[in-house]
């Protein structure tokens, strides 16, 4: 009877690994760009936007010498049709001084890199996107997608311990508002890679009315295995802000709708 039992239990587990889903646990990510990605989307404003912003603090940062991409993501539309898209935010970036830098960079809708102004910020790689930038740990950050009063659409970071606000450049593309502001993690990092996370509050938005709104609820998304993602990321609700990690265990799968209301 004891042997019927474990060859039952062979086969079931058996079963169990067939029918569930891959997952990639260790080594680096198999995506084109060699990074896994996990977005949180917001659900935010029933009207085309003229600013967007998020505050970000890094509170487990990167004890390896990969990069690392915390971003705040627009789309561009002109009359309601996308132009485009670009991401802003801070980098752990081992090519920079104390691996600090900011990128403000992004895409025509099926085309070419957007171009833009030149930075006033150094860049220890000479990239028009990527600038030097010492940001710390534990030190919160505000990012702002916002027109220019120059030309196209700025991206800017307020240091909120100093109170330092940072220009870093303008994009140039043709729109009129702004649109499906999400925020996200890039990590060219092993997925067994020690953990490193960030956290996530005061998501705000303006609309073409002037009205302001707030998100305080995201649906989350992570890189799939078939398209090169890590397992080993995730999200949750801790301490009144989303947080997320990478090299830890899966919490919450995509699909999650997350609610900074419901505790965590």
Known sequence: MCQHGAVFRSLLDR???ATQPPQRLTGPPTSSNRASSFHLFWEIAPEPLVE????????EPPSVPELYFWALQVTFTERGMPRGGAHFGLQHHPSYPDSGAVN????????PELSGSTSALPSALDNVNTRTYPWAPHRRYRYRIHRSPDRGWRGSITDLESGIDTVV???WVEADALDAPMVWTEAFCDCDHPPAGIRWTDFRAIGTSGREFT??????NYQSYADGGCATSSTVVENGAFVQRTGVDRVNG???TLRLDAGG
Do not use: K, Q
């Open 15 to 17: 079963f169990r690994s």
């Open 52 to 59: 967007v912003e998020a505050t970000i603090e890094v509170i």
């Open 104 to 111: 403000w960079g992004g895409y025509h809708t099926g085309g």
């Open 169 to 171: 450049r303008d994009l």
């Open 215 to 220: 998100s305080t609820a995201v649906r989350l």
């Open 254 to 256: 995509t699909g999650t």
